[in-house]
Each structure stands twice: as C-alpha cells, then as structure tokens.
C-alpha cells in the first residue's frame, strides 16, 4: 500500500522526507545517543534534578559538557549551559528556560549559552536572567560582561528577526545579566539558591551552588579543588553533585606521572586544547597534567568530601576524562555511601526519599 502511494505520488512523498530530514539530523549523534525522556514535572514536595551534561572539556559524543537542571516549585532552574545543553533541554521536553546560573567563566560551561540564548528567544516567556561571577585578577570579564559580549556579538541577527522580518518580541532576547557575591542570589516560590566560593584558582571568583526548598535540598559543586567552604554550605544536603579529575594514582594501575601525561595527551586529542606546563618540562604532557590536575579533585579528595558531607546521595558529574568511571578509587578511599556516576540524562527526585532513573 504504502510502496503504490509511493509510485503514484513521488513529489508528495519526496516533499515529506525533505520536511522530515532536519528534524532527523537536528543534534547529530549527541540526540541519538539517549531517547527523548519527558521531564519530570517539580512538585510541592520536592527537587527534581536532571543531569543534562556530565562531561569536562571535551567534543564527546556520548556526553555534553556541564549543565544540570533543578526543578522545584514551578521554578526551573540550570546550572552552567556547556556544549550539547541546549539539546540536552531539547531531549528533556523543557523550553523556556530563562533563569541560568554559572558557576564560572570556562568555556565547557558556557559554549551553550547562545544557543540556548538564541533558540529560546519564543518559547521564553521574559527576557533571560544570568547570574554568575564578576571579574577578578586573571578573569577580565564578568558574567556581565559575557551577556554584553553576545549582545554585540549578535546584534546583526537580532536587528534583522526583531526590527525587519519575524518581528520578534524586544523584551524575550534581553539578558537580565548579574555579578553575583556569595550568599543568596535568588528566592521565589520558596525556593532559594546560594552562592559560596569555591577553590578553582586562578579561575576566580568561581561558585558553587545550593538550590533549597521545603526542606530539601541540592548542592553544584562547579569544578573545585577540595574545599572547606564547599563541605560547610553541602552540609545537610539531600544531593551533593560533585566534580571529578581522574589524574593518576597507584589505584588507576600507574603512577602519577605516567597517568597526568595520559590524561593530558588525551584531553589534548580531544578538545584541541593546550595547558600550561607544571613540574614537568616546558610544554609537556606531564607539566599540562599536572597543571590541570592542580585545581580538580582527584577521586580520593571527593571520597572525604562525601564522608565529611554525608548526603542521602553523591553524585559524580563533570567526568574527566568523560569516560572514566572514579567509582572503585572512590570506594577504596574509605567512602562508603549512596554513590551514582552521573550520566547524562539521569533524573535524581529528592523528597521523602531520593530516587534515580
């Protein structure tokens, strides 16, 4: 039946397939990796938190780079927007999102956010807030400053859609931009979320978040060396989702040395990016290992993070390289609580208790 309409009306069946060939292609193989999922609705009693990119710097094609959504009271919140969130959003039936909150200025947390930005333009129902870090001494621009930044950069298309052809609406593609201190950056429908000051130097100020409401609550460690300030605003925290650097260790089967040169030339194949030398030599594999290494947290530190903690669930996102799985070396430094490896699209619900699909 379907081969005779087929032979009898081929423009009409060509005219379909053409129609149907970007919608197919839309993402590449970053959407063919995990089945659409509808997103869970928040409710009074709850978090409902959605792992939408669990990878460091990189171009996988099995994970995005940082982003995590918080939904709770009506409120829908993400944290960071790095390569591959805007479709990971897409996957997740969640539109609109208006309310992002950065953790820091590197560019696996933010290479999405004009995509998103952009994108949403009609589906946002008010222009895009933006809360992160201001400037500081090896950080020229600010939060602030990046939302000036694509505004400039984008102005062409602006004019055209808003003034010329599609006369979209003004108001939807301003960005309300915030530098934020640590303490409470925003509060609505009893939902709070809290900035603190973590270790990233010489990335700084870089945050942290804590998202509370009616009585649970979820804390984003953005990327950090071990930090005691991390640990006095996680304490008491339903979920703590904490990055991960799986630099070299006598648990990896090697030694230091030789696995931060791994890692390195690794990262390097990947993502085309470069680190400055550490104690190796000059431009080294070793020397960028160690340089990176020098402000993550190897798995060892998250253990006594987590035990210091103790949340009802730790979670592992931020994955590098994306692929590694810190579980065994976590479990071998003496931690011994509800532990997940994130992955993206993995939806954790926080209330009576917590769950994980």
Same mark, same amino acid.
């Given at each position: 039946m379907i081969r005779n309409f087929a032979m009898k009306h081929p423009r009409t069946c060509l005219l379909f397939l053409c129609s149907m060939l970007p919608g197919l292609l839309l993402s590449g193989r970053l959407a063919a990796q995990t089945p659409a999922v509808p997103a869970l609705p928040a409710t009074n009693q709850g978090i409902v938190v959605t792992l939408l990119g669990t990878a460091g710097p990189s171009m996988s094609? *099995?994970?995005? *780079?940082?982003?995590?959504?918080?939904?709770?009271? %009506?409120?829908?919140? $993400?944290?960071?927007?790095g390569r591959g969130v805007p479709e990971r959003l897409v996957q997740a039936g969640v539109r609109g999102v208006d309310k992002i909150f950065l953790t820091h200025?590197?560019?696996?947390?933010?290479?999405? $956010?004009?995509?998103?930005?952009?994108? %949403?333009?009609?589906?946002?129902?008010?222009?895009?807030?933006?809360?992160?870090?201001?400037?500081?001494p090896d950080q020229p621009t600010g939060t602030v400053g990046l939302a000036q930044a694509l505004t400039t950069a984008f102005a062409t298309n602006t004019h055209i859609r808003r003034d010329?052809? *599609? /006369?979209?609406?003004? *108001? /939807? +593609? $301003? +960005?309300?931009?915030?530098?934020?201190?640590?303490?409470?950056? @925003?509060?609505? /429908?009893?939902?709070?979320?809290?900035?603190?000051?973590? /270790?990233?130097?010489?990335?700084?100020?870089?945050?942290? @978040?804590?998202?509370? @409401?009616?009585?649970?609550?979820?804390?984003v460690s953005g990327d950090t060396r071990p930090s005691d300030n991390l640990v006095k605003f996680s304490r008491g925290a339903d979920v703590l989702i904490h990055e991960v650097f799986m630099q070299g260790g006598p648990a990896n089967g090697g030694s230091a040395t030789g696995m931060a040169a791994g890692m390195a030339a690794g990262m390097a194949a990947v993502t085309g990016m470069g680190a400055p030398a550490g104690e190796g030599p000059p431009d080294s594999a070793?020397?960028?290992?160690?340089?990176?290494?020098?402000?993550?947290?190897?798995?060892?530190e998250a253990a006594d993070i987590f035990t210091r903690v103790a949340p009802r669930l730790a979670v592992y996102s931020h994955i590098a390289p994306n692929l590694a799985d810190p579980t065994d070396r976590t479990r071998a430094a003496g931690y011994k609580g509800p532990l997940q490896v994130g992955k993206d699209m993995m939806v954790i619900t926080i209330g009576e208790s917590v769950s994980v699909k």
């Open positions: 094609q *099995e994970r995005a *780079e940082s982003g995590t959504l918080i939904q709770a009271g %009506g409120e829908t919140l $993400l944290i960071d927007c200025l590197h560019s696996d947390h933010t290479e999405g $956010l004009p995509i998103l930005w952009m994108s %949403g333009w009609n589906s946002r129902s008010t222009r895009m807030s933006l809360w992160g870090p201001g400037t500081g010329l052809v *599609e /006369k979209w609406p003004a *108001e /939807k +593609i $301003l +960005i309300d931009a915030h530098d934020i201190e640590e303490g409470v950056v @925003y509060q609505n /429908k009893g939902v709070t979320v809290t900035a603190f000051r973590v /270790k990233h130097d010489p990335v700084t100020p870089a945050f942290g @978040y804590r998202i509370d @409401y009616a009585g649970h609550s979820v804390v070793v020397g960028a290992g160690n340089a990176v290494a020098a402000y993550h947290t190897s798995p060892e």
